[in-house]
């Protein structure tokens, strides 16, 4: 137990090093790899398929979002929001979750539904179609689980550590996000 305790620690310190030399480019590869593994986690869990008729594309699309868009898009935000609202303290967290929550998720959603059906190769119409019929249900469901994952994420954590805090309860999003986005109808 001693051994994996060490090790996890190193690989903390090695995570901790790179993420303080390349933050935006840390937080891009987790966010990719976190997307990633939703994807694999609604195809597999959710939609019953076994490994070997998972759909790699599909979870190299989700993932390069992750990579491209989300992760950079979440670092930017998080320092946007530290520079303008402030560092730390209850009123501050309280107002970063309102802006976030009013400004931020809203577009972000938008974007990443709009993102994932011009990869799927649906034409223009089709992608206005499928955000017409499942943004507010999406938009919705956001409302219920990340003002408070954000609350508690704005209070106490870092902000180096927050995009990572993001991601991790993210995974079960993607999964959702990537069934949503992926279901016959």
């Known amino acids: 137990m001693q051994i994996v305790v060490l090790k996890f620690r190193d690989m903390f310190k090695l995570y901790q090093n790179a993420l303080a030399r390349r933050p935006y480019l840390m ?5 990719g790899a976190l997307m ?8 597999t869990l959710i939609e019953k398929k076994t490994l070997k008729d998972l759909d790699y594309r599909r979870t190299c699309q989700f993932a390069s979002i992750g990579l491209f868009v989300g992760g950079p898009a979440l670092r930017v935000w998080y ?3 530290q520079k303008y609202i402030g560092k730390e303290g209850k ?6 979750v309102f802006v976030d929550q009013a400004i931020f998720a809203p577009t972000f959603l938008f974007l990443i539904l709009a993102t994932v059906g011009t990869m799927q190769g649906k034409n223009w119409e089709t992608v206005k179609s499928e955000i ?5 249900d999406v938009l919705k469901t956001n409302y219920l ?3 408070w994952v954000q609350l508690v994420n704005f209070y106490y954590v870092p902000l180096q550590y927050q995009v990572l805090i993001v991601q991790t309860v993210a995974l079960f999003w993607n999964t959702y996000l990537s ?4 279901r016959k109808l």
């Open 145 to 147: 689980i990340w003002p």
């Open 27 to 31: 937080q891009a590869i987790q966010s």
């Open 91 to 96: 009123t501050v967290a309280i107002k970063k």
């Open 79 to 81: 320092g946007v929001l």
């Open 179 to 182: 069934w949503k986005t992926n």
């Open 36 to 43: 990633g593994a939703g994807d694999v986690i609604s195809q």
């Open 132 to 136: 017409r019929r499942d943004y507010f």
